[in-house]
Each structure stands twice: as structure tokens, then as C-alpha cells.
């Protein structure tokens, strides 16, 4: 009679592996951490990699960034821009600035004709009844010059200003300066500036220049972002 194939032998029936299976066991779990080991070995030397790549492209991103920004500043050399200079409805705006020069910053007859213009224009949006910034490009730079001598005679109580053009990052980084300019002005120091740099008794002074990681590569969007991003610089002068 045939009852059919036996049943496996239970787990608990099953004979103890022998020490060569456990050998070989431990010595195939020691190769797997092994070579995991020197996978992860690999994938941070890969990272490592990686990293100091990335630094240096970030470091050269940025110095062709302050490169464009110092092309753009002298590009702007030879201008200014004025704020809160009335703005009629129609008018030209050339002569708006010259009446501005004449009447409110007391620029005498033989200065004026020494002053001419390439390009005077206004920028931005109108809002709210506020006058648009004026941005005028002299030539020759003589002319700026004249304007900058006169700073001195406008009425603060009326808010107007004037200031050379900077790219936005630039304003900024001066912007974050001027208390440091006020200071050395109150303690007669000498004092000037070099674009977005403070020169006070030959030290230069300077700021972190985070700002260039939003530069706006279009240079007309720059220019028209100048109208809220200078400080008027008769605020400059002490």
C-alpha cells in the first residue's frame, strides 16, 4: 500500500548547519559590507568632486557678474539722475532739466552753457502724483561735473535730489554704506566715494556683494529700477 511521498522533515528536525556553512556565511556578509563600503567610499569622493566643481563655477559666475556690473557702471559715467524734478503733463524734458538747474540748483548763465546733453529722459511709472525720475547722459563730462559743484544749493525741504547712476546691485551695497559715510563726515575725516566703495583716510570700506546673485541681465530693466534704488546725494553730502 502507498501512502504517497513522505512529508519534509520539520525545521526542528533539520540538522545543525555545520561550521563551514557558517564560515562560508560570514565571509560572503563581510565581502557584501565590503564592497558597500567602498561604494560609499566612492559616491562621497564623487561628491567631493561635485562640490568643488560647483564652488569654483559659482565663484566664476560671480566674477563675470561684477565684471558686467562694473561695465555697466562706466557706462552710466557720464550720468545722473534727478529726483522729484516737477513733471508737467506735456513738456520737453530737456528743458525741464535746464529750468531745474537754473531755478532750484542756481547754476549761473556761463556754467549753463557749458552743460549739454546726449540723452535726457524720464523713467518709471507714474504713481500716485509722484514726479518720475530724471536720467540725463552729459557730454562732455564737464558739464556733470558743474551740476555736481551745485548740489549744495538745493532746498532739502523740497526733496529734491541728485545722484550718479549705478546699477541696482551697486546703489545697494552704497545704500548699505551711508551710515558708515554720515559718521565719518560728522568726525571731519576725508571721505569719498568709489562706486559702491567707501574710501574713508585711504581705507577702503565695502559690503558683502550677495546682491549680484538677482542682477538682471537686461540693462534697460536695470535702468529703470534706479528710480527707487538711490539715495539722493545731497543725503550724501552731510
Known sequence: HDDGPADPPSSSHLPPPSSFDLTNSVMSNAESVHDLER?????????R??????????KEIGEVKEL???????SMRDNLVFFNVPEPKSEDCERTLRHFLATEMKIGEGDMRKIRFDRV???????????????AKFNPSEGRQIVLKHVRNLDRGKH????EQLPRPLAERKKQLLPTFK??????????WSLDK???EGKVNSVQKDAIRDINTDSTEKTRSLRVRHAPLHALQG
Do not use: M, P, W, Y
Request: charged share 35%; aromatic share 2%; proline share 0%.
Open 39 to 47: 561604494e560609499n567610499s566612492e559616491l562621497r569622493e564623487k561628491c
Open 160 to 163: 529734491f535730489g541728485v545722484n
Open 68 to 74: 558686467q556690473l562694473l561695465q555697466d557702471a562706466r
Open 198 to 200: 567707501l574710501v574713508i
Open 49 to 58: 568632486i561635485l562640490e568643488g566643481r560647483l564652488t569654483r563655477a559659482e
Open 183 to 192: 559718521e565719518a563726515k560728522q568726525a571731519k575725516k576725508s571721505v569719498r
Open 121 to 135: 529722459h524720464r523713467t518709471g511709472q507714474h504713481q500716485n502724483g509722484r514726479h518720475r525720475v530724471i536720467v
